[in-house]
């Protein structure tokens, strides 16, 4: 995830881009760079870190004087942040800034260096500036970004300058966002409307690959082909100036649970681009020999352990440990020949789980690493990395690095049991399928916000409530549990659901809230039975089911029905509801959000 903006028209464009970057910078600050039209052509410049970095080299070097540019604000995904990796990124006459993920980069690399393309830096994006300048003829702009773009895949948002046409900026994108605004006498292009919100009246939101041509005297949009596309209404962005960073939301936590739909395919898609037997392949070249696996996290990342060893043992049936990475270090852990560690971790910095990390490599035994921050401690000691691609995660309690981390292991177990043939081809393919459909099915989860906004109005004045589930849905209930304590400071528990009545149940008096997860056809009745044990004792039942496992007796007082799906991606699409309960509560009870007491996003202190 990184953040672009564009201009042309601007009195002095290369200030306006830095105010523009500035406001994008909650979508990184690995680097940052700018182009800017001068008389002498484009020029470019760039820095390693945040916007500041690239303010001091402006002020030292002089600001380029031009009126049309392009801007960017890298969040690290193909390459460690640096100088040489920061956008924009030119080949021949073509330079751009890109955010989203080219899938098939590593392919399009090895063929355009086959036709003799030497390229400079690490990034996708790169790739992209060579396509296009292989496709450009001059006076043929929309010709060669449309041909361009047959041959990417991934998700991308581009803005394009060609050095033979200095009047003109282009926009083009594929399920990564971006605008174009209407000021008066300057137009825009920016990843959101906040960007440039200072400068405009109104906007237009492209649809997928139409390309957007901006002028001084107006803006147009291309089909592929050259045709005009649809007319489209303008917009008005009446957005408050306050709300820029948050991208128009009340709470950075908000905005990342609503776009989770977005993160998990940017998690997902480059991961399925070569069909179920290339799952993870780059970054796992070979998993065979693989006994024992023990993923290895703290808090949120723990519990994502905790559904990944379900879906490891019940589809590759490799023996599968969750250990908390603070006791796994002092617990002398007993590693052999055929043990992988799988540490998984948002921020790759906490210091709990890279002693583990130290402690297993010391022992000789390899190292896995989920890891959303590229370049992190964590990513440089593991032997393999995974990377979330989910972009800067800013709120303190996690969500779209949840379930991130979460689809990724779900991945992992369906590449190890596609290999040691623990499932049947068909069934990796269904599961292979539903996979890539998940971004969707989380789409549909977040349309039922409202009821779960009275629900947390209903029960905000509780001071305990509780989580049942079994199986993976008990995962699912821990997770749930510690979003809602967490951030709303009502304090909560969860359950395995048979275990409740072997003590906690003496705490549960009328009308404590207690949710039930039951997405496990074959567990159902028995979580439904506990439930009803709590709910003969006063409690306000919620149940979290799939559609298809809704039983006939309404023995609950609330009822959220999820989307039917393969069970064993019901923890992503089961986890999303109750992130936003969470936070709904917290709202309710007026607590500080993104910031609860106590809390650091990254625990670098053991
Ligand atoms: C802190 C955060 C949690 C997070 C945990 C692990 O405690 O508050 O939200 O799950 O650290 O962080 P990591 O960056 O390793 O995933």
Redesign the pocket.
Known sequence: MCGIVGCVGAENAAALLIEGLKKLEYRGYDSSGIAVFTKDGIRVEKKQGRIAALEEKLAADGYPKGTLGIGHTRWATHGVPSDVNAHPHSCGRVTLVHNGIIENDYELREELEREGAVFLSETDTEVAAHLLDRFYTPGHPVEAIAAAMKRLRGTFALAILFSDDPEHLYGVRKDSPLIVGIGEGEYFLASDVPAILNRIGRYYLPEDREIAVLSRKGVSFLLPDGTPAPEKEPLTADWSVDAAEKGGYPHFMLKEIMEQPETLRAAIGPRCAHGVGGILKKELPDVSGVERILIV???????AGMVGKHAIESLARIPTEVCI?SEFRYQNPILKKGDVVIV???????A??LAALRLAKEKGTPVWAI???VGSS?AREADRVIYLYVGPEIA???TK??TA?VALLDLLAIRLAYERKTVTEERAERLFGAMNRLPETVRLVLGQTERIRNLAKFNREAEHSFFIGRGQDYAVCCEGS?KLK?ISYQHSEAYAAGELKHGTISLITPGTPVVAVATTAALLEKTVSNAKEAGSRGARLLLLTRKSLKPRDTFYRDLLLLPDEEELLMPVIAIVPLQYYAYCTAVERGCDVDKPRN?????TVE
């Open positions: 996290a703290c808090g949120s990342a723990m519990h990475a998984v971790s948002q921020s790759g910095e906490t709990d789980s890891v959303n921050v964590i303190v309690a996690t690095a949840y981390q510690l967490e809390l650091a996003k990254s625990v």
